[in-house]
Each structure stands twice: as C-alpha cells, then as structure tokens.
C-alpha cells in the first residue's frame, strides 16, 4: 500500500475518531484510566532518564566549554536551554513514543485480531473513537505535566552532577540557569509537547486499528508504531522550531 | 426476517462471493454451512454491515442495510446481537462488565437496572458468581456463554453465531446449541449460525443454507439435507462415517 493511501486512511481514521461520542461520560471516564495508564505510569522511566540526561548535558557542556575566556554560569545556562528547548519536549516525546506508542498499537492491535473492534462496530458503538479519542486527550492533557517534571528534574540533574564532581559551583549553576531565561521557551517546548503527543497516539491507533492476521502482525504493527512516531516527530520538531522560534 | 439479494464480494481480484441470494427466516435458526474458505463468514459479515458488497443488498425487514445513514445502521446495528468464534470478550473488562457494556452504551438505565439486566442475561445461560472474573479465566465454553450473554443484553431481534462450537468439546457443543436454540424461541429472534459442525446442523438447523466455492448451492430444511441429492452437498455432510450412519438410520439409505 503507497505512502499517499496510508496518509489519506490516517485522515479518514481521524474523522471517525473525532465524530460524536455515544456517551460522552463514558468516553470522559475512559480518558482518566488512559491518562494514568499512559501518562502516570510514565513518570518513573521520566523522571529517572531525565535526571540521569540532565547530569550528562552539565557534564559534557563543562568539558567541551572549559576556557577561561568562558564564564562558569554559561554551563547551568546550557544546560537549561538545551533541556527546556530540546531535550525534555523531544527526547521525552521519542521515549514515550516507544513506550506508550508500542503500547496503543498493541493494544488496538490485538482488539482487532480477536475480533473485539469487530464486536464494537455491530454493537453499533463507533470503534474508532470509543478506543482511540479518549487516548489522544489523555495523552496531550498528560504529556505536558511530563515534560515539565521532565525540565525541573533533567536541570536538577545537572546541578546534583556538576556539584557533586565539582565542575561548577552551586552558585554559578544557579545563576545560569536564570540568566536571560525566557517565558516563551517553555510555551515554545509545551507546544512541541502537545504535537507529539497527538501524533504519538494518532500513529500509533492508526497501525493498531488497521492490523490485519494474528500475534506476529500486532508486534510488527507495534515496531511500525515507534518507528513512524519518531520519524514524523522528527520531521514535526524541524516544521515546528521553525515556525516558532525563528 | 432477514433476505439477501445477488450478494457479491470480493477482495482485490479474488471472488469470495458470487450472487448469493437467500431468506434467513424469523423464530429459526438458520444456518449457514460450508467447507472453511468458502465465504460463508466473508457472507455474514456483510450482512452486519463489516464488509460492504460490490454488489447485491441486505435487507432487514425490507429495509435495504447498505443504503441507509449512519444513524439508521447504528440503530439496526443496535437490534443485532453477536456471538464470535472466538467470543470477542473484551479483556480488561469483567465478565459482568462485558456483559453490562452495551447497556451503558445505549441504555438510559440506571446502574442497577443494568446490572439487573446484565445478571438475568448470565443466568440465562447459567454462568452464575463470576461476575468479577476477566475473560481470561474463564473456559472456552464459559466464555462463549458470557458472549451469548452479552449478545442478548439488548433483546436483540437479529442473532449471529460465528462457528459457536470451535474448540469446544461435544457435550459443551451441545449445551452451546441448545441454548441458541431456546434464546431463538425465547425472544423470536431470526437466529444465523455460521457452522461446519455436523452435529450442530442435525441438533438445531431449520433453514440450512449450503455455500460452496463462493456460490449458494443448496438451501433446505434438516429433512431435506439428508435426502438430497446434491453431489457437492452430499459429499460434504457426510465426508465423516458417523454421518454416513445418521443418514442410513434415518432414511434407510446410504
């Protein structure tokens, strides 16, 4: 099937998905569970690759800038943007691509081989947005609230690191990570962060919803889910940082 | 009462069905027999609206499916229950959650008339204390029962059975047959069973549609099968010597 068929079922897909709930309360209690599912049960592998990311970032800044003609701020101010900017909104969006995408295109996936999307639709229940609606909201209500304990811990890691192997002062951290910080950057990072997340969980119910044979079918559609949510992130964060920060 | 007319489908450029025309009558079971890969699946789930033919129509009491709005289909939709090969039960949901789901969907019930409803449907098929167990902890048999509880949640006036004995044992088989049987006298349901067990035919067929290469190629009653003459037929229903022995026992011939 060519690139042009996939790009319109993905659009039709999204059409069914967003055509009027039966039940709005049930949809609006699935979109909870959704939300603890794939954003709560997140926050663990989060938390600690952002620390672990933000000590690397502080580390690396300081070695690769080490000059006397470079004040010792400048590595807590790199470190910042580079987190708030880059790392946090992108790096968390491809990881939680492979967890929680792998995760939606398996899920879906294996609904429709045992035939249980099937059941949805003669029961008169519109499949699509039954299974797939509550999961784009939960995901872009849920991934900022990650992004952001992402910043605060990856900036966190960088100063317990550069404190800690004594390659910055606490006071010189501290005074880069305020210097000439600006509001936008993380309107600028949140907004990535909704993008990605829609498309995380679009792509992914997209390969899911379409899985066609039996188990081998789910895990192929399931690495197809990682793989094109990370390649349309990509493509997205370029479009993006473009249209935003320039 | 649900007719078919000319039905044809196909996938690509293979021809699953040719010109299928056929009466599936209210209060029977009717029942749709033939070899695997014959279409006689492809055939029903045209007929709920899961494929759409190239050609051909379905009408629900002479209301053509294919032709109406969303709206109308859903409501039609609505009055059909089904019962999956596999029974389709969703995973994360108990069995009385399963059997509570199109209820919350489309009932304006309370909770407790729903649940209500959703117990006398499970003890209709006597599943009885296992309300808080997930499908996968069920057998094979209990969970084709919870299936047909949750097809009959909504009174349904249509009932489509998808090869309700698979992987079952014999005397499951039977239980399985007969309550299709009673719940299509119960609620006066036009009743399509998709089989290729012979046992299931003899015990509960009253419209026996036979599908063969995509075609229909027979359709009779019980009584009938057993005396037709039709080689195809013939060669299918009694491929087995048990068969061969009903056949010899009931009508003396062989």
């Not at chain 1, 045992?114 to 784009?136: C, F, H, R, T, W």
Request: hydrophobic share 45%.
């Amino acid at each position: 099937m060519g690139i042009i068929t996939h790009i319109g079922r993905y659009f039709l897909l999204l059409k069914e998905t967003f055509s009027s709930p039966e039940r709005l309360s049930i949809y609006w209690r699935r979109t909870l569970e959704e939300m603890d599912l794939l954003g709560v049960k997140s926050v663990g592998i989060v938390a600690l690759l952002s620390f672990f990311m933000g000590a690397v970032i502080t580390i690396q800044t300081k070695t690769n800038i080490d000059s006397p003609l470079i004040q010792a701020w400048v590595v807590g101010f790199a470190a910042r943007q580079s987190t708030i900017l880059e790392f946090s909104p992108t790096i968390i969006a491809l990881i939680l691509a492979g967890k929680v995408g792998s995760n939606i295109a398996a899920e879906i996936g294996s609904m429709r081989v045992k035939e249980q999307i099937d059941a949805l639709d003669i029961m008169g229940v519109n499949s699509a947005g039954y299974l797939i609606l509550p999961k784009i909201v939960a995901s872009m209500l849920i991934n900022p609230f990650l992004v952001m304990v992402s910043m605060f811990l990856s900036i966190f890691g960088g100063y317990v690191a550069g404190t800690a192997t004594g390659i910055i002062s606490s006071t010189d951290y501290l005074q880069g990570i305020q210097t000439n910080f600006i509001p936008y950057h993380v309107t600028y990072a949140l907004i990535k962060t909704v993008v990605f997340a829609f498309i995380i969980a679009t792509v992914s119910a997209y390969q899911g919803y379409y899985t066609q044979g039996g188990t081998r079918e789910v895990g192929i559609s399931s690495t197809k889910a990682v793989v094109y949510s990370n390649v349309v992130i990509l493509i997205t964060n370029y479009a993006l940082t473009q249209l935003l920060l320039i | 009462m649900i007719e078919v007319q000319g039905l044809s489908k196909r996938f690509g450029t293979t021809q699953v069905l040719t010109d299928i025309s056929a009466v599936f009558h209210k209060g029977q079971v009717n029942q749709i027999i033939g070899k695997s890969g014959s279409g006689k699946s492809v055939l029903a789930k045209c007929m709920v609206g899961l494929h759409v033919p190239e050609e051909g129509k379905v009408l629900y009491e002479g209301n053509s499916f294919h032709d109406m709005d969303r709206v109308e289909m859903t409501k039609i939709r609505q009055e059909i229950g089904m019962l999956f090969q596999g029974s389709a039960l969703f995973d994360s949901l108990t069995v009385l959650q399963n059997v509570m789901f199109p209820l919350q969907m489309f009932s304006k019930a309370s909770k407790s008339e729903m649940e209500d409803r959703a117990h006398t449907c499970l003890d209709r098929v006597d599943i009885k204390d296992k309300d808080n167990l997930y499908p996968a902890e069920l057998s094979g048999g209990m969970q084709k029962r919870v299936g047909i509880a949750r097809a009959i949640a909504m009174n349904p006036k249509y009932l489509f059975c998808d090869e309700p004995n698979s992987g079952l044992d014999p005397q499951t088989s039977i239980v399985i047959d007969d309550l299709i049987k009673e719940i299509t006298m119960e609620f006066n349901t036009t009743t399509i069973v998709i089989t290729h067990d012979m046992n299931s035919v003899m015990e509960t067929g009253e419209n026996i549609i036979f599908i063969n290469e995509g075609r229909k190629w027979w359709q009779g009653t019980r009584d009938e099968l057993l005396n037709s003459d039709n080689k195809e037929l013939n060669e299918f229903i009694f491929a087995g010597s048990l068969m061969r022995h009903v056949k010899k026992a009931m009508t003396g011939r062989s």
